[in-house]
């Protein structure tokens, strides 16, 4: 039975800048949330009910991407796919150890509502996990390690087909927001992909296009170029939209009450 744990657990003054929050059952029974020092083994490592409190740049990058990605796949009707955030991946092969991505967009699950903090694929027949994008800490040397060095073999090894390592912008403006994409060969190894012209990289794991978009990722429409909107921006459209239809309106019903006055006036004038 998973553990109770906030999202977000408090931090203060004193709370190291890499840390780990783990439940731990005391002595009377009772759980409490212990915070540690983070480690590269408790990265490579993590348990079901870990927290790893992310940076501002994890959370300002992927929470639109991930409501862009829920939204299209919602619309284009796809139940066999379906995105999860820090979700803790058990292969169920041996020697290939668990991982939790920022991002996982897992296909061939039986019923996704059922998954909770972990994802057993030994027990998921036909489900796999097809992308997989992570946030590269700018400022942690071990979670660096984590996504740059080691966990690309794992996904490598696992057959994911798309492993796209986003790297936040600096805050001193002198990088940019720019993305690495490993694709899966034929022959099971990764291959570094390059941009098109316009910087943007093809996920043929979801028939997406992805960009860096100022400091926020963009999606498309690989086959119809279709730029995908976040909830946010739909709404906003949306309300543009009717806005737009408002004053139309309004504007048709003042030219017909000023074509239908000219009339009367046309019929005053021919009845003298």
Request: hydrophobic share 35%; aromatic share 4%.
């Amino acid at each position: 039975m998973a553990v109770p744990l906030p999202k977000e657990p408090e931090r203060d003054e004193e709370t190291p800048e890499e840390c780990v929050f783990r439940p731990v059952r005391g002595p009377d029974g009772r759980w409490s949330i212990e915070q540690l020092p983070l480690t590269l083994d408790a990265l490579l490592h993590p348990r079901k009910d870990d927290h790893v409190p992310q940076s501002d740049p994890h959370t300002r990058i992927l929470n639109p991407l991930v409501d862009v990605l829920r939204r299209y796949l919602e619309r284009q009707r796809q139940p066999d796919l379906a995105v999860f955030t820090d979700l803790l991946i058990i292969w169920g092969v041996v020697g290939l150890r668990n991982v939790s991505p920022d991002v996982s967009v897992v296909e061939g699950l039986a019923d996704r509502r059922a998954v909770d903090r972990s994802l057993d694929l030994g027990e998921q027949e036909g489900a796999r996990v097809r992308l997989v994008v992570e946030v590269v800490s700018p400022s942690s040397k071990l979670q660096r390690a984590k996504d740059e060095e080691h966990n690309p073999e794992v996904f490598r090894r696992a057959g994911v087909e798309d492993l796209v390592l986003v790297y936040p912008p600096r805050p001193d403006g002198t990088e940019p927001l720019r993305l690495k994409h490993l694709s899966l060969d034929p022959g099971g190894r990764y291959r570094e992909a390059r941009p098109d012209r316009r910087g943007r990289f093809l996920l043929r794991s979801v028939g997406l296009r992805i960009s860096a978009d100022g400091e926020r990722l963009a999606l498309e429409d690989a086959v119809t170029g279709d730029r995908l909107l976040s909830s946010e921006e739909a709404e906003a459209a949306a309300c543009r939209a009717e806005i737009r239809a408002a004053s139309e309106a309004a504007a048709r019903r003042e030219a017909e009450a000023e074509l239908a006055r000219l009339r009367e006036e046309v019929a005053r004038l021919r009845a003298r």
